[in-house]
Nanobody, 126 residues
Framework: QVQLVESGGGLVQAGDSLTLSCVVS????????MGWFRQAPGKEREFVAA????????DYSDSVKGRITISRDNAKNTVYLQMTSLKPEDTANYYC???????????????????WGQGTQVTVSS
């Protein structure tokens, strides 16, 4: 059974930094694309970032590019989301996700991801 567990969320002030972690179990982590999404209150879930199996390719939404870095440690079965210069509009529940099949490329659409964590809340105060 594939499980994803996020951690690292919290309440921070605008301009602060925060790093989220997601530990994956139940599969060979290094074989699969990993992604981060977020959902703000009253809004649809949106793509944040994705990282290829080896970590050599990354993709970011325009709203976070330059402020957020996705990385992975395949030895630890963990994907990270390092967030800097946080803004109140970054307030959301953040989810990590992974596809059920091996992707040779990258993916931004939710439907590409079959397994999801429970989310970790990030709240940025102004």
């Amino acid at each position: 059974q594939v499980q994803l567990v996020e951690s690292g969320g919290g309440l921070v002030q605008a301009g602060d930094s925060l790093t989220l972690s997601c530990v994956v179990s139940g599969r060979t982590f290094s074989n699969y694309l990993m992604g981060w999404f977020r959902q703000a209150p009253g809004k649809e879930r949106e793509f944040v970032a994705a990282i290829s199996r080896s970590g050599g390719i990354t993709d970011y939404s325009d709203s976070v590019k330059g402020r957020i870095t996705i990385s992975r440690d395949n030895a630890k079965n963990t994907v990270y989301l390092q967030m800097t210069s946080l803004k109140p509009e970054d307030t959301a529940n953040y989810y990590c996700a992974t596809p059920s099949t091996v992707y040779s490329g990258m993916a931004r659409r939710e439907s590409a991801y079959a397994y999801w964590g429970q989310g970790t809340q990030v709240t940025v105060s102004s």
